[in-house]
């Protein structure tokens, strides 16, 4: 009896325990999206996150209603890298004309442009002279960084040794001792950073707590005038320095002269040949902030803080209008806005963080970008992070002449990513790359949620750079949030309902975009659809994405798979996001 | 990890262990009984359209009952249904049967009715179990999700100590999927189930 009645009770503590034990649950991501498939599929603004090999065939169900998803994938690997696949779809029902903006929403105000002159007249700007001058600027910096950065290797002396021996050799803007009216001579030799200089004669046209503005005796005449350059100064000096500094950090002052040197030379002009598709507005050579001297000096080294800028050229301007007065005064502000943050990036790397190595050149550009849009929030009274509509932007003269002034570029450039999404990356520093990347970075600031000052400055103030200087930053996989943003290219004041990882915080750029003048009234996105195909073939670059929007009946579902065109796995670096939109 | 450790040490240590202390201690008759019938999915769980578009299958148990009033038992046991997947069926990884299983607790009172020899009895309690799918690519489950089990049936004489025990039964509870890749799903579980006991009475 007592051996059954032990029996019994050893039956009755196994049972729960045995049965208690429960089964973990480490599904695979085809699994899970199998699972969830069955358990009803997504909701408007759900979303499965798979990648690589994980990714296989996934079903999509058209509900009562009928349903329309996009397919986001991701390429994280360098931009030089390229990746075919194919996702084929079964069930895939006909495409939706893919609508600009959200149902209920309205283009505002008709007839109002922004980035023309006439701001009546949509289609006429300075978006497509600024999306040539682009192009000419990649090549430019592409060299001129690989060129610096060999100088960065060979190692640099402190910045107080550097500022000694500048003193001892010069005296003509060094140490404050330039006065408006003097001439000084100024390398401007653009191809190479310390061989065969190329001397220019500047004469100092105004003088700020902050600037010199050099004019080059050889700019073509009825160019600016002395109070062209004035304003330049005060401008500088009352917005753009402020708002760059207190983001960025301070500059450093290896020619003693607590200013930056502008200066307005033809010898930027003559790198854009006449015809030539682009133009170069500007730019800043990182071999002037090294020494001519010591051991690994750079005889071509202008020893200063500064940069160089285009300068009107009436006459030229009756066949190329970008270099009229009028245009090269509407960009001068924003150009300076860009170089002086490369300056700022590049002198503090050198000789205040002690970085063995540049900024990754996409990122630089990026940053350069999103310093004059922080110029503009100044200009304009607004702010980051207020999903900025373009009513807003033309709600008054100042907000409007604003974005003219530093933002409409990087509208144009973000534009043309859109309508070249497929072919672009953003980390590359070409023209639709930069528009990509500025607006990544400017989601990743949002995301982070530290403010601009803090996470810029953490961003410039960094031995690290590209991706890991962007991870080290954010303390996020800079990959994943990529691949996030690429969702809210379309979702952002699109798709309601959606997390907040799929919206993009600071612009509407939904309403923007239509309102730019190149863009005449449309959102510039280029999706892909099935378009009654069972497969549709994808060409991504690293740091690519595209959108492909797939339809789905009522009552029906869709099988999609997405593989190489050969058919085999896809590699982990692809990441895939399916969004249910509708 | 640490705790999917020392769970089943502790499980294991617990079967070796309490027998000889349960037994001491036991007030009442104890049994033990295997059921075995059709499990017929029932609500959303069943609905087509809805979700998994369960349909029927079987349904086995074994628990262990012990008598702590006159007419009155508490069970604890193991429970585990197994149903088709119709919509597991259309994908093209899952595969076309689900699994769901988990512990009970609960009482069985007897009803003082019925003709000699026969023992009418309902039963109530909670369960926790979860749904398990498999597939090509390895298998998963939900949450052990919290719900009911009600019961009713008669017990026949058999032989000996044994007792054999038909009843239909009704389970309900609600599971969550915690999933990684994609967005956390809950569902209403529920099925209906037909079956019939073997007890042995000590």
């Not at chain 2, 009984?33 to 087509?48: I, N, V, Y």
């Amino acid at each position: 009896m007592a051996i059954k009645r032990r029996l019994a009770a050893s039956l009755v503590a196994a049972v729960p325990v045995l049965a208690g034990c429960d089964s973990e649950s480490t599904m695979s991501p085809a699994l899970e999206v199998a699972i969830h498939s069955v358990l009803g599929g997504l909701e408007k603004g759900e979303a499965y996150v798979l990648r690589g090999g994980d990714i296989g065939s996934f079903p999509l169900l058209g509900g009562e209603n009928g349903a329309e998803y996009i397919v986001v994938p991701f390429y994280a690997a360098r931009e030089d890298q390229e990746l075919d696949l194919a996702l084929r779809g079964d069930g895939v029902a006909a495409p939706r004309p893919l609508l600009a903006l959200a149902e209920g929403e309205e283009l505002g105000r008709a007839g109002r442009m922004l980035g023309s002159p006439d701001r009546s007249r949509p289609g006429v700007g300075l978006g497509r002279a600024v999306a040539a001058s682009d192009r000419a600027h990649e090549q430019l910096r592409t060299r001129m960084r690989r060129e610096a950065a060999e100088l960065m290797r060979r190692g640099v002396p402190d910045q107080a040794s550097v500022r000694r021996s500048i003193a001892a050799r010069r005296g003509n803007l060094a140490l404050a001792s330039a006065a408006v009216g003097d001439l000084v001579t100024l390398n401007v030799q653009a191809d190479v950073p310390c061989d065969d200089p190329q001397y220019r004669t500047g004469k100092v046209m105004a003088i700020s707590e902050r600037a010199i503005v050099v004019a080059d005796t050889l700019n073509p005449a009825n160019g600016f005038d002395e109070s062209h350059y004035r304003a330049f100064a005060a401008e500088f000096d009352e917005l753009v320095h402020p708002v760059l500094t207190g983001t960025f950090g301070e500059p450093t002052d290896i020619d003693g002269n607590g200013k930056v040197i502008i200066f307005f030379t033809s010898a930027v002009n003559d790198l854009t040949p006449p015809g030539s598709e682009g133009v170069i507005l500007g730019f800043f050579y990182a071999r002037d902030l090294f020494p001519q001297g010591g051991v690994n000096g750079c005889a071509g080294s202008n020893e200063a803080e500064m940069f160089y800028m285009m300068v009107p050229d009436p006459k030229r301007a009756q066949l190329e209008p970008i270099f009229s007065l009028f245009w090269v005064e509407e960009l001068a502000m924003g150009i300076i806005a860009h170089e002086y943050q490369h300056l700022i990036n590049s002198a503090r790397r050198i000789y205040v963080n002690d970085a063995e190595t540049f900024e990754e050149i996409w990122l630089d550009e990026a940053l350069s970008h999103v310093a004059e849009e922080l110029v503009f929030y100044a200009a304009s009274g607004m702010g980051p992070r207020r999903d900025i509509h373009v009513d807003d932007l033309l709600a008054n003269n100042r907000r409007t002449d604003a974005v003219n002034r530093y933002m409409v570029d990087n509208f144009v450039r973000y534009g043309i990513f859109l309508q070249d999404i497929e072919g672009a990356s953003i980390f590359s520093y070409d023209l639709a790359g930069r528009g990509g990347s500025w607006a990544f970075l400017r989601y990743v600031a949002d995301r982070s949620g530290k403010s601009d000052e803090e996470f810029f400055r953490d961003l410039v103030n960094s031995r690290t750079a590209g991706l890991a200087n962007l991870g080290r930053v954010s303390g996020e996989d800079p990959t994943e949030m990529a691949r996030d943003w690429a969702v809210s290219i379309y979702t952002d004041n699109f798709v309601s309902g959606v997390p907040d990882k799929y919206k993009q915080p600071s612009w509407n750029f939904r309403s923007i975009l239509p309102r730019v003048g190149i863009f005449n009234l449309t959102f510039p996105l280029s999706d892909r659809k099935f378009d009654g195909e069972n497969a549709v073939n994808l060409a991504l670059r690293g740091g690519g994405t595209v959108i492909v929007r797939v339809p789905v009946d009522a009552a029906s579902k869709a099988v999609l798979e997405a593989t190489t065109p050969g058919g085999g796995s896809l590699p982990s670096t692809l990441h895939l996001t399916v969004l249910r939109t509708r | 990890m640490r705790k999917r450790i020392v769970v089943p040490i502790a499980c294991c240590a617990l079967v070796l262990i309490a027998p000889a202390r349960l037994a001491a201690q036991l007030p009442g008759a104890l049994s033990v009984e295997a059921r075995l019938g059709g499990a017929f999915a029932t609500g959303d769980f069943a609905a087509p359209g809805k979700a998994l578009e369960a349909g029927n299958g079987y349904a086995a148990s074994v628990n262990g009952r012990l008598q702590v009033l006159p007419g009155m038992q508490v069970y604890v046991g193991y429970e585990r249904a197994q149903m088709t997947c119709d919509a597991c069926s259309a994908t093209p990884v899952l595969d076309n049967t689900i699994v769901d299983d988990g512990i009970g607790v609960g009482a069985v009172m007897a009803v003082p009715m019925g003709p000699p020899g026969l023992s009418p009895w309902v039963r109530a309690g909670l369960v926790r179990r979860q749904l398990k799918f498999s597939g090509d690519d390895g298998s998963g489950a939900s949450k052990p999700g919290i719900g009911f089990d009600l019961g009713a049936g008669i017990t026949l004489p058999f032989t000996g100590p044994f007792k054999v025990t038909p009843g239909i039964r009704y389970v309900r509870y609600t599971t969550e999927f915690d999933f990684q890749n994609v967005p956390d799903r809950s569902l209403d579980v529920s099925h209906f189930g037909v079956d019939v006991g073997l007890a042995y009475q000590f």
